[in-house]
């Protein structure tokens, strides 16, 4: 059974970076895209970006360059580099991997930007 394993959250100071990764545990065929969503306190999951397997990236306007997105097919996992980091953007930061046959979803890590 294929599973998502996300590492890479934290506490940082406003201005830090983080980088976050998103590794499969299995073989997963058809993967057509990838995303990484986030969920503040009290808000909806929100899109962060996405990156479709022809490499076409789409960004929230809130963190367009400062967040990128890449991957390693090789390897199955995906990575969201965050620099220039706000207070704004903590929250639960969760990627996923989306198949034609489901959709693979990472547990979940806790992004905190803080002073």
């Known amino acids: 059974q294929v599973q998502l394993e996300q590492s890479g959250g934290g506490l940082v100071q406003p201005g830090g970076s983080l980088r976050l990764s998103c590794a499969a545990s299995?073989?997963?065929?058809?993967?057509?895209?990838t995303a990484w969503y986030r969920q503040a306190p009290g808000k909806q999951r929100e899109l962060v970006v996405d990156?479709?397997?022809?490499?076409?990236?789409n960004y929230a306007d809130s963190v367009k360059g400062r967040f990128t997105i890449s991957r390693d097919n090789a390897k199955n996992t995906v990575y969201l580099q965050m620099n220039s980091l706000k207070p704004e953007d903590t929250g639960v930061y969760y990627c996923?991997?989306?198949?034609?046959?489901?959709?693979?979803w990472g547990q979940g890590t806790q992004v905190t930007v803080s002073s």
């Open positions: 990156l479709t397997s022809g490499g076409s990236t």
């Open positions: 299995g073989s997963i065929s058809g993967i057509y895209a």
């Open positions: 996923t991997f989306y198949t034609r046959s489901v959709d693979y």
